[in-house]
C-alpha cells in the first residue's frame, strides 16, 4: 500500500476509535453516573425510570436539549454568540490526540502505537488547547451582552490563567525525569523500574505535591465544583452561559465534561503510570487490551474523584480562589520543581 | 518536488488565513473583534512553524501569545468595556504621510531582503526531510550556553516591567 495513504488510514481509525469511545460511551455514561451519584450522595435515588437503572437517562438529556427552542436575545453580537461554544468545544475534543490510551498493538503483521499523534510536543499541545478554550468562555460572557455573564468570562478568564501558571510548572517536574515532552516517554518512564525499591515509579510518590496542585488546578481549569465560580449560580444566574439555549447550551455542557475527561486521562498519564500497571507484562493481543483496560479504570476512578468532589465540596469564595492559586499554588509548584531537580541531579528517581 | 503537493496546499492555506486576519485585525472597528483577528493571525503562524518542522514554536505561538497574551488583551478591553473605536476627530495629515512612509519603507526592505536571498537549488527538500527527534533539548542547550547571557538580561527586563507596573498601580491606590 501507498506509505502516505496507510499513515493515513491509520491516523483515521485511531480518531474513529477514541472519538467513538469518548462521545458514544464514555460521554453519555458520565451524564448519567454525575446524576446518580449525586442522589446517592444526597439520599435520593436519582434519575431511575428511563430504562434499566435509568441507563438511557443520557439519552433522554440529550434528546431534549436536540428538541428545545434555540432562544437567541436580541442585543447580543450574533457572530461571537454563535461560535463562542464552537471555540470551547474544538479544543475539548482535540485534547485527546496526544494521550497514549495503549500499549502497541499487533495487528496485520505491523505494530501499532495506541496513540493518535505521538508529537514531540506532547503536553505543550494540550496546555495550549485548553488555553485556547478560556476564548470560548469569555467570548461567551462579552456577547451575551449581559451584565451576569459578562462577570462570569471574565471570572473564567482571570481563573483559567491564574491556575494554569501553577499547573505548567507542576507539569514540568513530570518532564525534569522522564528527559521528553513526549507523553509517551512519561508513560514508558513511568513503567521502567521503582522508587525506592518498593514503590512503583509513578511521578505521583515523588512528587506529591505537585501531583496535588495538579488535581486540584484541573478543578479550577475545568471550572468544577469547588472552583465553578465562573457559573456561581447563586451570584451570577448562570454565568457566561446564561442566555444559552437549547443545542448552544448543550455545547457548554458537553465541552465541560469532555474537559473533565481529558483532565483525568492526563492526571492518569503524568502521575500514574498511564496505561502501565507494575508486575503486569503482558504480551500480545491480551496484552493490548488490558493496557487499554488499565488506562480506563484510572482514568474512571478520577472522574469519580471529580463528581465525588462536585457533590460533597461547597464553592470557594473568588478572593480565596485567586490567593490560593498565586500565593500557595505557584510558589509551592516552584519548590516542587528544584526538588525533583535535585532528586534526578542525584539520581534518586 | 512535485509542484502540486500536500504542503504546498497547507502552506497556501495557512499564509492566507495569517494574511487575511491580519488586515482584518487594522481594518475591523470593534477592539473585541480586532483581537480575535489576531488570535486567527497565530494560529496561521503557527501551522506555519509547523511546516518548518519546528513543531515546538507553533506551540509556544498558541500557548503564551494566544493562550495568555492575548486574553490579557481581551480582558483589559471587557473591563473598560469598549464596544466601538472612537471616531477619530481630525485627520492627522503629518502621521499619516509619514505612516504611509514607514509602511513602504519597511515593505520595501523585506521585498529587497527576499529578492536578494539566496534561492534554493531544485531538487534539495525544503523542510528537513529527516524528523527533528527532539528539538527541545537542543534548544534549551543553546539558551543555557551561547545565548545565557541575553536570556537573563530578557528576563531581568521582564522582572522590571513587572514591579514597575506594580508599583504605578500601587502609588495610584494610594
Known sequence: ?349 | MPAWSGELVVFGFASALALVFALLMVVVKTPVRSVLSLIATFFGLSVLAILLAAPFIAALQIFVYAGAILVLFLFVIMLLNLREEAAEKDDRPVQRTLGLLVALALGGLLAGATLRAPVPPRGVPTRASIPVPDEIPALGRLLFSDYLFAFEVLSLILLVAAVGALLLSKRRFE
Not at chain 1, 446524576?35 to 439519552?59: E, K, S
Not at chain 1, 490510551?101 to 499541545?125: C, E, K, M, P, Q
Not at chain 1, 509513578?202 to 488546578?217: D, R
Open chain 1, 1 to 349: 500500500m501507498n506509505p502516505t495513504l496507510a499513515v493515513g488510514l491509520e491516523g483515521a481509525a485511531k480518531i474513529a476509535f477514541v472519538w467513538a469511545v469518548v462521545l458514544g460511551a464514555v460521554l453519555p455514561n458520565l451524564i448519567w453516573l454525575e446524576r446518580r451519584m449525586a442522589g446517592l450522595i444526597q439520599d435520593r435515588p436519582g434519575p431511575n425510570r428511563v430504562g434499566p437503572f435509568g441507563l438511557f437517562q443520557a439519552v433522554a438529556d440529550i434528546l431534549k436539549l436536540f428538541m428545545k427552542e434555540d432562544v437567541v436575545p436580541m442585543y447580543v453580537d450574533r457572530l461571537l454568540y454563535g461560535i463562542a461554544p464552537l471555540i470551547l468545544l474544538v479544543p475539548s475534543m482535540t485534547t485527546f490526540a496526544v494521550i497514549p490510551f495503549g500499549s502497541t498493538i499487533h495487528l496485520f503483521g505491523r505494530d501499532y502505537s495506541l496513540v493518535v499523534a505521538d508529537v514531540n510536543i506532547g503536553i505543550l499541545y494540550v496546555f495550549a488547547l485548553s488555553s485556547i478554550g478560556v476564548y470560548g468562555l469569555v467570548l461567551a460572557g462579552w456577547a451575551s451582552n449581559n451584565k451576569f455573564a459578562l462577570l462570569g468570562g471574565l471570572r473564567s478568564s482571570a481563573q483559567v490563567i491564574s491556575y494554569e501558571l501553577a499547573m505548567g510548572i507542576a507539569a514540568v517536574a513530570v518532564f525534569l525525569p522522564a528527559g521528553s515532552l513526549r507523553l509517551t516517554k512519561v508513560v514508558e518512564y513511568q513503567a521502567s523500574g521503582t522508587f525506592l525499591g518498593f514503590l512503583p515509579l509513578w511521578n505521583c510518590f515523588p512528587q506529591i505535591v505537585g501531583c496535588v496542585i495538579f488535581v486540584v488546578s484541573a478543578f479550577a481549569e475545568t471550572n468544577r465544583v469547588p472552583f465553578d465560580l465562573p457559573e456561581a449560580e447563586a451570584e451570577l444566574v448562570a454565568g457566561y452561559h446564561t442566555e444559552f439555549s437549547a443545542f448552544r447550551f448543550g455545547m457548554f455542557f458537553m465541552a465541560e465534561y469532555l474537559n473533565l475527561i481529558a483532565a483525568s486521562a492526563m492526571m492518569a498519564t503524568l502521575y500514574f503510570g498511564g496505561w502501565s500497571l507494575p508486575g503486569l507484562h503482558l504480551t500480545g493481543l491480551v496484552g493490548s487490551v488490558v493496557s487499554i483496560a488499565v488506562f480506563a479504570a484510572k482514568t474512571g476512578a478520577f472522574i469519580f474523584l471529580f463528581i465525588w468532589v462536585r457533590w460533597t465540596l461547597p464553592r470557594f469564595r473568588f478572593d480565596q480562589l485567586m490567593s490560593l492559586g498565586w500565593k500557595v499554588f505557584l510558589p509551592l509548584s516552584l519548590l516542587n520543581l528544584v526538588f525533583t531537580g535535585a532528586l534526578v541531579l542525584w539520581g534518586v528517581i
